[in-house]
């Protein structure tokens, strides 16, 4: 009995994390069945081939973030008042990273399609510049939203943002494919994260800190940018 209890009080803990997992799968596998469903399969290729470079350079910046989570959960538990540098210090380091990643990917794009993709390589090119500022957004709304909002104790903000943002992405997705077809999947996927970094500022922007440290009056975004 005892083992169950732990087993359930750990699956809720753990619970934001998995919804942010399905929703990853929402976007990857999700938007290529919806796409299927309206396009040719020369563009659903396409779609995919560019979503696969988009991969590839996000997959550099997912491990950065992950290595950042445990500093800013033990930061938050020992209310440390370097929390908010370390925070902003990291904002500014990764903002660095993904736009050299997203500079890198709209000027030598075009050879990389050329080289993996010799057929279809301009309309892979021009579906990859779409995505790319996806790669430029991704690193800071896993920063402010997993790394973040999970220690802060708004786990329950951040399911309800990663399920608002899947459903929302999913009603733009349908009639961006049936009227501008891979390029419509593209965009809906840039709209959602879009999105998604703008509600996650609100979010930060509003939310007082006293629940984290009595003292500090600000909300978490004015503390991070003031530190």
């Known amino acids: ?19 942010s997992n399905i929703s990853g799968k929402v976007y990857g596998l999700g938007t290529t069945m919806i796409l299927a469903n309206f396009v040719s399969p020369e563009a659903v290729g396409a779609y995919v081939g560019a979503d696969k470079l988009r991969n590839a350079c996000q997959y550099i910046i997912i491990p950065v973030v992950d290595v950042l989570f445990p500093k800013i959960n033990q930061l938050f538990i020992q209310k440390s008042k370097n929390l908010f540098l370390f925070i902003k210090t990291s904002i500014i380091y ?20 050329k ?24 690193g800071l ?13 708004m786990s329950k903000t951040f399911s309800l943002i990663e399920i608002t943002n899947s459903l929302l992405h999913i009603l733009i997705l349908i009639p961006g494919c049936i009227y501008f077809s891979s390029r419509g999947a593209a965009f809906s996927f840039l709209l959602s994260q ?24 600000n909300s978490f975004l004015l503390s991070i940018i003031r530190s």
Do not use: H
Request: hydrophobic share 60%; charged share 10%.
């Open 115 to 138: 080289i993996l993709f010799p057929e279809n390589w301009n309309q892979i090119l021009l579906l990859l510049k779409i995505l790319s500022p996806i790669i430029f957004i991704s």
């Open 94 to 113: 990764l903002f660095g990273l993904t736009f050299l990643i997203f500079l890198f990917v709209n000027l030598f794009g075009g050879l990389l399609c």
């Open 141 to 153: 709304v896993e920063l402010l939203g997993t790394n973040l909002l999970i220690p802060a104790g």
């Open 194 to 217: 879009i999105f998604y970094f703008i509600t996650l500022l609100v979010i930060l922007y509003f939310k007082k800190t006293n629940n984290v440290f009595a003292a500090n009056k």
């Open 1 to 19: 009995m005892l083992f169950r209890s732990s087993t359930i009080n750990e699956f809720k803990k753990d619970f934001p994390l998995f919804v």
